[in-house]
């Protein structure tokens, strides 16, 4: 039995081969799109957005998609085009990342959480159902690690309540639900294009909608409020003079980024075709520990492999999940905490009264769950030292 690096032993990888935890993958085709902006001096936005919003509606199959520099600056203003604001009220999981909870505060509408499933980690129908006031105006799902939400039964709701559905999307690119793609479902839906996600241009987001008063506004909020965008202003078609019709905001999206997205994108599906790869080794390689394996895709769905997210069965190791981070990172291992739920974070629960109990499904995912190293980049030996910095741990 080897000893844990952790206790003294030596580590699987070499300090200075730190497997960082969701390192994208970079090719040629997009370094040279990103030197050609660079030499052509056009690095704003321009029509390298165009292009991928274009290429992109086309993947997802929407009307429209506007191109942004975050998922968060998508759910912001999805909410804002939509008329939230205070006194308003948006249901939505404690088992995401903030922004999601900060974008409806930013707002000034006030989030209301509903429980997670153990098992998937999405927010519950039923729950969501028990948490409608007179107040609601929306319904805010987040597709987790890349596995849709039971959407048939959210849609039912909110037809029958009259509610507006913003898909949080960020986990969700590639992601199927009964042969409908995520983001479609709802009103608006909203992606995230950040450096750890299943297609990067190292910030950025897009939102999608068949709504075109929802996408006209949105593509003006989203660059200070003015009628005509940058590129259009200083094209070869002559000066256009622009009018600010909106108090907007400064959410677009640069050349530089979407020269690195329309590459990206054309390469998606292979990239998920590794994913689901790793997905397999990993869950073949885990069976049998002490630890929970992330269930298959439920029937007629697609899971689009952005977490691999294994739950820590602490009652039979004796072991808290921070004790196996941090044992995998004296291994060299990287790893991440997808997530602390919301309402246990200091400044929601002073603002909102939340307090330990109130979820406790997100609750008891929040002390298990780690999220180990799953992207396209890795090769074969990075799968292989995951695997057996993972194992070694719980052979101890």
Sequence with gaps: MKKLAIDGGSPVRPKEKFLVFGAPLIEEPEIEEVAGCMRRGWIGTGPKVHQFEDDFAKYKGAKHAVALNSCTAGLHLAMFAAGIGPGDEVITTPMTFCATVNAIIHCGATPVLADCDRQTMNILPQEIEKKISAKTKAILPVHFAGRCCDMNPIMEIARQ????????????????????????????????????????????????????????????????????????????????????????????????????GIHQLKRVEQYWIKRQDIWKKYNEAFAGLPCFIPSEPEPGTRHAYHLYTPLIDIDKTGKTRDWVLNALAAENIGAGVHYIPVHLHPYYRKTFGWKKGDFPNAEWIGERTLSLPFSAALSENDIENVICAFKKIFSV
Excluded: P
């Design 161 to 260: 309540y009259d509610l507006l559905v913003i898909e949080d999307c960020a986990h969700a690119i590639e992601s199927e639900y009964h042969g409908q793609k995520a983001g479609t479902f709802g009103d608006i839906g909203c992606f995230s294009f950040y450096v750890t996600k299943n297609i990067i241009t190292g910030e950025g987001g897009m939102v999608i909608t068949n709504d075109d008063r929802f996408a006209g506004r949105i593509k003006v909020l989203g660059l200070h409020g003015m009628s005509k965008d940058a590129w259009k202003r200083f094209s070869d078609e002559g000066y256009k003079h622009y009018q600010v019709i909106h108090a907007g905001f400064k959410y677009n999206m640069m050349d530089i980024q979407a020269a690195i």
